[in-house]
């Protein structure tokens, strides 16, 4: 499954399941109506490379967005976000993503990750521990989750 920076085309190839994810409320700090424009920024925005993975015949299964965590003595911190069309889950194209951009990360000068919202219900909790991030906190009921109602917000870390 080749994974590639992605270029400006692959914008629309994404869109859709970042709608659909995002529209789901169920694991990213988004408001579930967030508009293609504003999804675009949030995901290809300034500062931010961007990935994708293709299938066989070249279709965009998954995207991820690397940036900064934080600014000025700080920079060096990444943060990632992931998304795999949920038409495509649960066949590795996750874990092949995030082990590219950890290394990708890690090439571009970065020394470490956070992820700032993981929501604590997310089976992709399972995912990053096994990929080395810890819990370094919780922010308690902070996400309203549309299933298992107020539910924490998980800070993960790991060294790269
Ligand atoms: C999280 C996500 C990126 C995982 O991608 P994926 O391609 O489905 O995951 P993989 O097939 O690579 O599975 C990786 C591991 O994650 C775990 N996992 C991921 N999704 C799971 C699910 N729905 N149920 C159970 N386990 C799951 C499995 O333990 C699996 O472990 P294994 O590699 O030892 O088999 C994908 O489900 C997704 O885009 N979810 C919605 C957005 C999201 O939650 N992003 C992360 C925000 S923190």
Redesign the pocket.
Known sequence: MPIRDAHAGDWERIWPFWRQ?VAAGE??AWDRDTGEAAARELWTGPGRRVFVTEDGDGTVV?SASLKANYGGPAADVANA????D?A??????????AEHVLAAARADGFRAMV?NA??ET???L???T?LGFTVVGTVPDAFDHPRHGRVGLHVMHRTL
């Open positions: 994810i694991t990213y998954a976000a992931f998304m795999v949920p495509h889950g649960g066949h590795g194209h996750g874990r092949a993503l992820f993981v929501v997310n089976p992709a399972r995912l990053w096994s």
